[in-house]
């Protein structure tokens, strides 16, 4: 299995802020203006259903100096996210290779990449939303056209413009088509009219990672057209993405659990603490970390946003908050970080806590450490390992789910920084909880 080092996402810095043309023609794509095409000024190529997104006219290159910025952006900080876990690197392959050619993807990572530099950098000088527009128009009509299988650069445009979704927070004029987008790729996904292929089993992990995380901050089930995607059980030898993608599908079943409309049954709880246990106790040997130090180790380990290429910083001046938790690569990282996310939902969903009498003031007081001790092993596997971004995304989900449990002041400002850093960098509206985190814990008016 490869094990090359995704990388995080930090070298932001290191693109300069670009300048985009105040105004553009929005019939014409604006990769294409300004190059010198035989096109007429007031006509864009056909972007009907009839015309495939593969025939694309070559006159969309060379790109702007602006433009090829944000697809260098996309690969150099952005492309690791989809490919989180995936051996194979199927979404660098499958955009890499049709960037140049296809309209749709080409303008889904140019919108993509805008409103990332704009969430995460201040940098607005490109409209994201005249890209997904231009985008918009080529993929809706090949979402609505059921006849034909999605093939992978259909299906890579709609999950790239589905995680700009959730990095939006629309406008009332843009809540219906964003919303179509995701209705659309689901009930595709629902029918089975994807063509299978390396990429599209890749497509279904990260639609499901993306469903964990907006599941539980909204506090719903999966949906259910990605709920086959859960349904396998295995703890059979596999490969390690294998078993990591079994952590992420059991993730989304206990997401189910707990916010699903069916009563909290405790054989389905048992069911699913001890899939959690099992697979623990199974897992490949590749999983265990290279090191694991408990908070009496006298090193703090911290992210250092101002100069995001050094690896992370180490102090010997206190005890450690958080365990410092080493991994070579991304599979055991998302496996356990998943794992103790199910273990934080079981224990808040579990259908044996009493409800009033003796025995339960102790009952909640085990569960809450528990819960305390898993958010802790996230949130420690982020810091221990600041290259992989959308590790800092599940310590900030774990943070929105058990901040609230913690109390001890040098473990609440450990954990604001890591929220900080998590909403920094994934620019994610609906992980947006540092505010509320901060009236809990007192800290209006007084920062820490």
Not at 108 to 135: F, N, P, Q, W
Not at 200 to 227: C, F, H, T, W, Y
């Amino acid at each position: 299995m490869d094990t090359e080092e995704v990388d995080s996402g930090n070298r932001s810095s290191a693109i300069p802020p670009t300048r985009c043309p105040k105004e553009r023609s929005l019939k014409r794509p604006l990769a294409l203006q300004n190059q010198g095409s035989a096109l007429p000024s007031d006509h864009g190529p056909d972007l009907s259903v009839s015309t495939p997104a593969s025939t694309a006219s070559p006159q969309f290159w060379p790109l702007s100096r602006e433009e090829a910025q944000l697809v260098k952006y996309f690969f150099t900080n952005l492309v690791s996210w989809f490919d989180y876990c995936i051996p194979d690197r199927h979404f660098q392959t499958v955009v890499g290779a049709t960037v140049t050619k296809d309209p749709s993807i080409l303008f889904a990572v140019l919108a993509i990449s805008a409103r990332h530099r704009e969430l995460t950098m201040g940098i607005s000088s490109c409209d994201s939303h005249e890209y997904e527009g231009r985008c918009l128009e080529v993929l809706i009509p090949s979402l609505n056209d059921t006849s034909k299988a999605l093939d992978d650069s259909v299906l890579a445009s709609a999950m790239l413009l589905r995680l700009l979704e959730e990095m939006s927070e629309p406008t009332e004029e843009q809540v219906f088509t964003s919303h179509a987008v995701s209705t659309q790729i689901l009930l595709q996904i629902k029918g089975g009219n994807v063509r299978p292929s390396g990429f599209s089993d890749a497509a279904m992990i990260v639609a499901l990672r993306q469903e964990i995380v907006i599941g539980n901050m909204v506090k719903r089930a999966i949906e259910p057209s990605l709920a086959a995607c859960s349904a396998n059980w295995s703890l059979a030898p596999a490969d390690d993405a294998t078993w990591t993608y079994r952590m992420i599908a059991h993730a989304a079943r206990v997401t189910t659990f707990a916010y699903g409309n069916e009563p909290k049954d405790k054989l389905e709880w048992d069911r699913l603490w001890q899939y959690v246990l099992d697979w623990e106790q199974r897992k490949p040997d590749s999983f265990q970390p290279i090191h694991y130090s408990h908070r009496t180790q006298l090193w703090t380990f911290r992210f250092r946003p101002e100069n995001p290429e050094d690896a992370p910083s180490a102090s010997a001046n206190r005890d450690s908050i958080l365990p410092v938790i080493y991994y070579t690569y991304d599979c055991p990282i998302a496996g356990q970080q998943y794992l103790q996310l199910s273990r934080i939902l079981l224990l808040a969903h579990d259908p044996r806590m009493p409800s009033l009498g003796m025995g339960r003031a102790q009952y909640l007081q085990k569960q809450e450490e528990e819960m305390r001790n898993a958010v802790r092993v996230v949130c420690g596997i982020a810091m221990s390992n600041p290259e992989y971004m959308p590790a800092r995304l599940t310590a900030g989900l774990a943070i929105a789910l058990g901040g609230e449990l913690f109390d001890d002041p040098e473990e609440t400002r450990e954990l604001m920084n890591l929220v900080a850093e998590a909403e920094l960098h994934v620019g994610w509206p609906c992980l947006k909880v540092s505010h509320r985190l901060r009236a809990f814990w007192g800290w209006e008016g007084n920062p820490q």
